[in-house]
């Protein structure tokens, strides 16, 4: 049983306990996973109130030391590197903050004031009071049918009793990967995947087994090796704009790949938040008997609109259905409200395609600014992805100290032999103009170090 030794600490005994928490797990003294001892023992141990421990452990979990679970218990949790995206970045060394393309976000078109015109209209209807309150069946069923119509445009036609609606893309794999699979089962994913399915299935302890790929995604025949190789019944892929590579299936890929899920009865999850940003429809199409699609409007309308769907006319989805607590209630209604009204009237088809637009401008600037090092033929993805060899770590660092913040491949790396690089997500630039004086930062970094590699 872990017992911290207080001497020296904080006066204040509960901030003690947690100072020393934190010390025990940066010196690898306590684990990721391990528990903690009971608040009653520890409080017997130490001599001390039983509240004092638990005043501990509530401060312990706000800074992500510790997770409780009712009837479990208390638990260290592994760090997390994928947590470190959304971080405050400091400057370096007190100077001016550094451009930030670390974090996948759509691009921000400054002119646009359609947030503004719909909630003025919310006002004049009178329906204020109504976004203010808790879900009506009316605004589910609505936004089933909006869900349905947007999906269409995706040339997946699913009824909306096909789709639950779902507070943003995260919750929705989340509960995805909880109504699919136990925890301890192997979970197919490329070899390089996304920081929110690393911690979803950190937390759900789902293990993870990364499966080779390459331009257009997963291997057909590597994915026909996992599946041999682990047992897996469920694969979680992103086929339109992989993050972070940016690659997108062919139809040939997409064949190829639907006929190993159909031979081995494999689920596919599929992450699509992306995919309207292209020409392709979604891998889901070809294996709706066994296809999972989850998608947002955050990736391509506007981030905060958390909005997000699991769809597909198969059981899982149908079992979700009736979870409606842990699925649909936790979206706000306010926001599910604009949702609506903008795929209804257009508004998220003119906002899709100014990104789309805007992405293509983005991609060139890349291109022109970064020489050799853009893909020929890769496609106009929001997140641009660098093959390098060596540490891409100590590049990353590099790029930081010349201004710019990128993100290293090892945070989306699933194996030992995941392939190196960075990720640069274009879109995040506040403007063209912030873009070009990131890349202009990064140039010397980069082109110089790709030079000599």
Not at 17 to 46: F, M, N, Q
Not at 191 to 216: N, S, T
Not at 318 to 345: F, K, N, Y
């Amino acid at each position: 049983m872990w017992v911290p030794s207080l001497d020296g600490r904080s006066p204040v005994r509960y901030l003690a306990i947690v100072e020393a928490l934190a010390d025990a797990i940066a010196a690898g003294d306590l684990r990721p996973g391990e528990r903690l001892p009971t608040h009653r023992d520890l409080a017997w141990r130490l001599g001390l109130n039983v509240s004092t421990v638990t005043q501990a452990y509530r401060e312990a979990a706000r800074r992500h030391l510790v997770s409780g679970e009712v009837g479990r218990g208390t638990y260290v949790l592994a760090a997390s590197r994928e947590a470190a995206l959304f971080g405050l970045k400091a400057a370096p060394d007190g100077g001016a903050a550094p451009i930030d393309l670390s974090t996948n976000v759509p691009a921000v078109d400054p002119e646009a004031a359609d947030l503004a015109a719909t909630l003025a209209a919310v006002a004049a209807e009178g329906r204020v009071d109504a976004a203010l309150a808790y879900h009506s069946p009316a605004l589910l069923r609505r936004a089933g049918i909006a869900g349905a119509a947007w999906l269409a445009a995706r040339r997946l036609h699913l009824r909306p009793a096909d789709l639950v609606p779902c507070a943003g893309a995260q919750a929705a794999l989340t509960a995805v990967l909880v109504q699919l699979c136990a925890p301890g089962e192997p979970v197919l994913v490329e070899d390089l995947a996304f920081p929110g399915l690393k911690a979803a299935a950190r937390w759900l302890r789902l293990p993870l087994h990364g499966v080779a790929m390459d331009g257009e995604g997963v291997l057909p025949e590597a994915l026909d090796r996992a599946v041999r190789a682990t047992g897996a019944r469920v694969a979680v892929l992103v086929p339109n704009l992989q993050n972070p590579t940016g690659a997108v299936m062919g139809p040939a890929r997409q064949a190829e790949v639907a006929d190993v899920l159909r031979r081995h009865g494999l689920w596919l999850v599929e992450d699509d938040v992306y995919g309207a940003l292209t020409d392709r429809p979604p891998l889901a199409a070809l294996v709706p008997e066994r296809g999972v699609l989850v998608t947002s409007l955050s990736k391509t309308v506007a981030a905060g609109l958390r909005f997000a769907l699991v769809a597909g006319a198969c059981a899982p989805v149908r079992e979700l259905a009736g979870q409606i607590h842990a699925t649909s209630w936790p979206m706000a209604p306010l926001l599910a409200e604009v949702a609506c009204r903008w795929i209804e009237d257009g508004t998220a088809a003119r906002r899709l395609a100014w990104q789309r637009a805007e992405i293509a401008a983005r991609h060139a600037q890349a291109r022109r600014a970064l020489p050799g090092l853009v893909a020929p033929g890769q496609p106009a993805s929001p997140h641009l992805w660098l093959p390098r060899d060596g540490d891409a770590d100590a590049l990353a660092a590099r790029c930081r100290a010349a201004g710019v913040e990128v993100v290293a491949g090892d945070l989306f790396a699933v194996t030992r032999e995941a392939p190196q690089g960075l990720r640069l997500s274009l879109a995040a630039a506040s403007s063209r103009a912030e873009l070009a004086e990131a890349l202009a930062r990064l140039r010397g970094v980069l082109v110089g170090s790709h030079a000599s590699t």
